[in-house]
């Protein structure tokens, strides 16, 4: 089931209003969407982007019933510029990035993004294109700093060495090609649960998946390019779910929100990247207590905002 993540807050950022024009960069289930749409009633227009076609034609069902206020576009949120000038949405009121897996990717075995069901490993967001994590590990074989260097990064997993050792050995003898059998390698690797919380292979699952998708190089290109599209007075809200992604929407934020300088004249000067913007948050948003219980997959989640400045 699909419960969209800091929904209240999402739209305290975004504040949508009749007559605006929003656009999400990443559907998912689109409940972050219809709330939007809701709120902007009755003439309030949303743009919506996804690059997981499955997720494009949900949207399209669910959103169907605000008619021509909702447009949906199979592309990836880091090509949210060239899509929002086409679709004449330049100059938008709130911009929206939710950067996690959907509950209906984590959900679906035949993603290959959960270990909590065996299906094939592929942890692509956009099946269409690009090579699987199958393959992505398959390609580290002979590499073993390679492949550590990869969960280190991408993973922030203390074990690494060990985990891409015991990988690329199991993967010698037989390739992995299933989210169980990778799921049951880094487990045994890293000695069992013991009772641990988290499973063993969370981190090296996130690891795989990041590279697979590109994420990070994704999300600070789809920042930088989505800026510029807000209208002065226009906000944009993120919404992270691990710490390496939270760090680059900080800084990318910090960089444009720069400092005033006095002017011995009187008035001041923006020194930062352009274009200029302020914080709405002077810290990262976090879910309440309840919204963690009823929605686990929520614990992670952080926001943080900003809204443009007038030129």
Known sequence: MHVPVLLRETLEALDPRPGRRYVDGTLGGGGHAEAVLRASAPDGRLLGLDRDPAAIARCRERLAPFGGRFEAVHADFAAIAAVARERGFEGADGILLDLGVSSFQLDEPERGFSFRADGPLDMRMDPTRGPTAAELLAGFAGDPDGLARLLREFGEEPQA???????????????????????????????????????????????????????????????????????????????????????????????????????????????????????????????????CAANPRARSAKLRAVVRLSA
């Open 161 to 291: 060495g060990r985990i891409a050792r015991a990988l690329l050995a199991a993967q010698e003898k037989e390739p992995i090609t299933t989210t169980a059998r990778l799921a049951e390698v880094v487990e045994h690797a890293c000695g069992g649960r013991r009772g641990a919380a988290r499973h063993p292979a969370t981190r090296t699952f996130q690891a795989l998946r990041i590279a697979v998708n590109r994420e990070l190089d994704q999300v600070a290109a789809a920042i930088e390019a989505a800026l510029p599209l807000l209208a002065p007075g226009g906000r944009m809200a993120v919404i992270t779910f691990h710490s390496l992604e939270d760090r680059l929407v900080k800084r990318a934020f910090a960089a444009h929100e720069g400092r005033e300088v006095s002017l011995q004249q009187g008035g001041s000067r923006h020194e930062g990247a352009e274009p200029a913007v302020r914080r709405l948050w002077r810290h990262a948003v976090a879910p309440a207590e309840a919204e």
